[in-house]
């Protein structure tokens, strides 16, 4: 099945940092300021890509609810005043926030250049040194991290620093990503390069090393999780109107445990990073919002979908969410039937232990039983860009 297809994306960048020191400047040489004596002037040029715009495929065994799904734009895209570009050294140690200009390449891909002057980079030229190794951190969508130079990104992630929670617009609203209203995803991004002496002394803004030359990205990775309920009924009994979720977290990790980003890079995670004491909300119950544009789910009437931080059973005491779905019999009148939201591939429901950043979590209603209760289907889908065909799942 392939579960998730992403559309082309606007990428939209700058900086937006909480870092005073600055001593890099943007890719145009009238800005930057005159070498000093003994210094290097560095020009880098690498590409910045929201994970999952591409494609994913995806397959779950004895599942096959939906089909192929487009996403908007607006889980894709990045705010031009909330991103935050930070460099650190080969000990994973900050240097400085960075200010690259963006030139849109192919969607979803943006080249990000940028020249700054570093002693680091200097005293790696003088010893002639034919690996420099650095990384660059991207955060998007938030306030961006507080972080001091000399803090290795370890240190950094482990601080656990968030973001606020999603809540719906209004009583009868709730939350969706959107570009117009500068409603986004949070999401972050890392990647180590590495140069030599001889091209950093070669490099000028008009001809930057181009790191992702070998196929290096920074990849984004969305610090949200999408839970969707689909109408797959097709007896014509009932119409799925809409659902409301009983129980999320009011706040998320900006970062993910950075023993979850192998050899310092932003992949797929495989468990939730949660807050320090976590407070998980079962009073402010969050409204599923039906997708805008045609379904382009096999067999779907209609996608209502909500989005929450990462959850761990158990995290501070939480208890697994509830989703409570309204329903419109063709003769009489509309009904309420809630469901836990767990695993319904098997026999018997199993609570879900873990909701994951940058997973959808779906649960496609196909029909209502004798008895009254909710027939389910459930996937799940990492929203990542995945070319090499079907995901297997743990």
Not at 279 to 305: G, M
Request: aromatic share 8%.
């Amino acid at each position: 099945m392939n579960c998730l297809k992403k559309s082309a994306a606007r990428l939209l960048l700058t900086a937006a940092v909480a870092i005073p020191a600055l001593t890099g400047c943007v890719n145009d040489s009238s800005l930057c300021p005159d070498v000093p004596e003994g210094g290097v002037q560095a020009s880098f040029q690498f590409t910045v890509v929201t994970r999952g715009a591409v494609h994913s495929a995806s397959r779950a065994a004895n599942l096959d609810p939906v089909g192929d799904q487009s996403a908007s734009d607006a889980e894709n895209a990045l705010d031009l005043d909330r991103t935050q570009f930070l460099i650190f050294d080969r000990d994973k140690k900050l240097l400085e926030a960075l200010y690259p200009n963006i030139v849109e390449d192919n969607m979803p891909l943006y080249t990000a250049t940028v020249t700054l002057t570093l002693p680091y980079f200097a005293d790696a030229v003088a010893a002639n040194a034919d690996n420099i190794p650095f990384y660059i951190m991207v955060l998007s969508n938030c306030r961006g991290i507080v972080a001091e130079k000399g803090q290795t990104i370890d240190q950094i992630a482990a601080e656990l620093q968030t973001f606020s929670a999603p809540q719906n617009i209004n009583a009868t609203t709730g939350w969706s990503p959107s570009i117009e209203d500068n409603r986004l995803i949070p999401m972050s991004g890392l990647q180590g390069f590495s140069v030599s002496a001889a091209q950093l002394l070669a490099s000028t803004p008009e001809n930057p090393v181009r790191l992702s030359d070998g196929g290096k990205n920074v990849d984004m990775l969305r610090a949200l999780v999408k839970i969707e309920i689909i109408d797959g009924i097709t007896d014509g009994n009932y119409s799925l109107t809409g659902a409301t979720l009983d129980g999320h977290f009011t706040s998320g990790t900006i970062l993910p445990a950075i023993a979850q980003w192998k050899d310092y890079a932003s992949v797929d995670v495989k468990a939730p990073t949660m807050p320090e004491n976590p407070v998980f909300d079962t009073a402010n119950a969050l409204i599923f919002t039906k997708d805008t544009a045609e379904p382009d789910l096999a067999d779907a009437k209609a996608v209502y979908s909500v989005y929450v931080p990462e959850f761990l059973l158990g995290a501070n005491g939480a208890t697994a969410a509830t989703v409570n779905a309204r329903l419109k019999p063709a003769v009489g009148d509309e009904i309420t039937r809630s469901f836990t939201v767990a695993d319904y591939s098997g026999n018997f429901p199993n609570e879900l232990e873990q909701l994951r950043r940058n997973h959808i979590y779906r649960f496609e209603v196909t029909g209502v039983s004798v008895d009254m209760n909710l027939q389910l289907n459930y996937t799940v889908c990492p929203m990542d860009d995945v070319t090499s065909g079907d995901i297997t799942f743990e």
